[in-house]
């Protein structure tokens, strides 16, 4: 069964950092891209990272560059995304998400979905 199980949210100050992370299990890790997801309250889910684990490439939406990282542990078939100098706007529930590495992670649909962690920004 495939499943993807995020962690690491919670609730941090403004300017704070959380590191989440995105447990892959049922595929062959090394054949997919996982990618980073979020969605604010009352808006629609947008994409803010990605990484092809098979070649560690990596795409980042303008707005994070610079203060968010995400990297994958091929060992432990996870990915982590390292967030930083958080905002208050950047609240939300954030998904991780797998596609076929053969695809275009930064705007192709993707396969799988985990459940999603809560982040809260407080000001």
């Known amino acids: 069964e495939v499943q993807l199980v995020e962690s690491g949210g919670g609730l941090v100050q403004a300017g704070g950092s959380l590191r989440l992370s995105c447990a892959a299990f049922g595929f062959t890790f090394e054949d997919y891209a996982i990618g980073w997801f979020r969605q604010a309250p009352g808006k629609e889910r947008e994409a803010i990272s990605c990484?092809?684990?098979?070649?560690?490439?990596?795409w980042y939406v303008d707005s994070v560059k610079g203060r968010f990282t995400i990297s994958s542990d091929n060992a432990k078939n996870t990915v982590y995304l390292q967030i930083s100098r958080l905002k208050t706007e950047e609240t939300g529930v954030y998904y991780c998400a797998a596609l076929d590495s053969d695809n275009d992670c930064s705007r192709d649909e993707y396969d799988f979905w985990g459940q999603g962690t809560q982040v809260t920004v407080s000001s």
């Open positions: 990484i092809s684990v098979s070649d560690a490439f990596t």
